[in-house]
């Protein structure tokens, strides 16, 4: 089994920065996608990146790509996702998932594991 930890959200200025971080443990992930999404209150769970953790490979929603970007750490076993330029639309709660290899999947029912998600909120 794969446990994931999210960390690093808190309460930030719009046009501010902030990373989100992922902390896997349990088992190798060598062979796992990993991804972040977002829920907004009243919205469905949303897509926002994904990264291959054996090669790194990426694919962005587009409306975050240019301002979030993920990224890995092998010797930290964690994955990031690095937000700039914050809009009050981004306040969300942020939640790192998992999943067996199989391309990189963007969809929530896709993915295995799941953290229990960490609160970014943005103010005007």
């Known amino acids: 089994q794969v446990q994931l930890v999210e960390s690093g959200g808190g309460l930030v200025q719009a046009g501010g920065s902030l990373t989100l971080s992922c902390v896997t443990s349990g088992r190798t992930i060598s062979g796992y996608i990993m991804a972040w999404f977002r829920q907004a209150p009243g919205k469905e769970r949303e897509f926002l990146s994904v990264?291959?953790?054996?090669?790194?490979?990426?694919y962005y929603k587009d409306s975050v790509k240019g301002r979030f970007t993920i990224s890995r750490d092998n010797a930290k076993n964690t994955v990031y996702l690095q937000m700039n330029s914050l809009k009050p639309e981004d306040t969300a709660v942020y939640y790192c998932a998992a999943r067996v290899f199989a391309g990189l999947a963007r969809a929530p029912d896709e993915y295995s594991y799941w953290g229990q998600g960490t609160q970014v909120t943005v103010s005007s």
């Open positions: 990264i291959r953790w054996n090669d790194g490979g990426t």
